[in-house]
Structures are given as structure tokens and as C-alpha cells.
């Protein structure tokens, strides 16, 4: 039972390779940016949404305004639209803050 309908085995072959070459180049560039193997004094970098909750925290210290929470409130909404647990929002802040 021939499974794949592609005309010759070697045009699936070389697909094959293509797509695997194609994983392990993204394998390969995500590690080099999380600079594996890692050592002992090697910083962590935090996750975007984190920092960015991070500031919202930092500005909410900074500043007690009407107009500051009106930021505040569109920074946490735009968390919640890229699917951000409100949960690991307030876990987050409040390490932070705390």
C-alpha cells in the first residue's frame, strides 16, 4: 500500500530532509539565544509579559492618579487580550510588588 503520492520516493526523501533541516536551524538558533549550555552566574531573562507586568508595577508605585490607573487598566487589558492568565498576572505582581 503506497501511503505518500508523490511521484518518486527520492522528491519525499529530500521534503523530509528539507523540513527536518528546516526544525533543528529554529532548534539551534533558540538555544543560541538562551546561551546553552548555561552557567553558574548566568542571568535569567525574564519573559516579556513579565517585564512589561513589571512596569505596570513600577508605575502603579510610582504614581496614584486617576490618570495612571486608566493606564494601568489598558496595560492589564492588553495583557488579557495575548491570553495572559489574570491569575499569573496577579501571581506576578505580586512578587513583585511584594
Same mark, same amino acid.
Given at each position: 500500500m503506497n501511503l505518500v503520492k508523490f511521484k518518486s520516493k527520492s522528491i519525499f526523501i529530500i521534503i523530509?530532509?528539507? %523540513? /527536518? *533541516?528546516?526544525?533543528?536551524?529554529?532548534?539551534?538558533? %533558540? /538555544? *543560541?539565544i538562551i546561551r546553552f549550555p548555561f552557567e553558574d552566574n548566568q542571568e535569567i531573562t525574564p519573559i516579556d509579559w513579565q517585564q512589561f507586568i513589571k512596569?505596570?508595577?513600577?508605575?502603579?508605585i510610582s504614581e496614584q492618579t486617576p490618570k495612571k490607573l486608566q493606564e494601568v487598566r489598558g496595560k492589564l487589558y492588553e495583557l488579557l487580550v495575548h491570553c495572559i492568565p489574570a491569575?499569573?498576572?496577579i501571581?506576578?505582581?505580586?512578587f513583585i510588588l511584594f
Open positions: 523530509i530532509i528539507i %523540513i /527536518i *533541516l528546516f526544525y533543528v536551524e529554529k532548534f539551534l538558533k %533558540i /538555544i *543560541l512596569e505596570i508595577a513600577m508605575g502603579i491569575t499569573d498576572i501571581k506576578v505582581s505580586h
